[in-house]
């Protein structure tokens, strides 16, 4: 078997940290799109985002594809290993980052269909935030750098409270006028604020608090040292807890 530090094992290490940053790329493009079909009131561009994703599905097959070829044929160690591994369930949460931001421009088609609401300003805050939190948590993954990676933790407190706020300002809204509000049924009647409360509950997911993201995705978080994971996490607070873990190794490349 060639030695690991070959140029071809070099090369396929370097794709796989180039299709990571293409795949947040384009999930960040899917925030961004989704959120001004919505502001907008643009359903040519929510329906472009939910097509968009299938190409998001496919780079993630791809990446998974690639780590599990290179742990089989190059049997990787130390930090290439821990990162490969780490890729693969990073890779995962990026995807459903899409799927939230598919629900996103599904919810803004519908609410397109009634009369404009008042702006509601913290929803565009809050998914530029969520924005902002996948793309530092991913910078500092594949850059190896803890002090980003804290500071992705440290800002979640920012995105949980203007997801509070606006909570507080559609149930106003809701209560100013109970024919604002809408069961999430599938009712016929068309009732904005019902509809954007469902909406502010995907934005923060792709990034946000504790009470979006539990379960499953926390077992990132450890993967340099084995250690159990905090049951309560964000997504891009798990991405920046790995980098926590590697971040002392050598960096694993840096955005070009």
Partial sequence: ???????????????????????????????????????????????????????????????????????VLRQPAASDLRFITTALKIVVD???IGDLAVNIAERAMDLNQSPPLKPIHDLVKLAELGQR??????????????????????????????????VNELLGLMMEDPRNIRADDGGSAQHPPGEQLAVRRQAPRAAGGPRHQRGGDGHLHGAGDGRAPPREQGRAEVGASVTLELGRQAPFGRRG
């Avoid at 396929?12 to 899917?30: A, C, F, M, P, S």
């Avoid at 530092?136 to 706020?165: Q, T």
Wanted: charged share 35%; glycine share 4%; proline share 1%.
């Fill in 94 to 96: 990026l995807e459903r």
């Fill in 1 to 71: 078997m060639k030695a690991h530090t070959d140029k071809t094992y070099d090369a396929q290490l370097d794709d796989l940290r180039n299709k990571l940053l293409t795949l947040g790329g384009k999930v960040e493009t899917e925030i961004v799109s989704s959120m001004r079909s919505l502001t907008e009131r643009d359903s040519k561009l929510a329906e472009n985002v939910i097509g968009q994703d299938r190409e998001v599905n496919r780079l993630e097959l791809e990446i998974d594809e690639a780590c599990r070829r290179l742990l």
């Fill in 133 to 166: 939190q996948v793309r530092a948590s991913l910078d500092a993954f594949v850059e190896g750098d803890p002090a980003k990676a804290e500071a992705v933790i440290r800002n979640d407190d920012l995105l949980d409270s203007v997801y509070h706020n606006l």
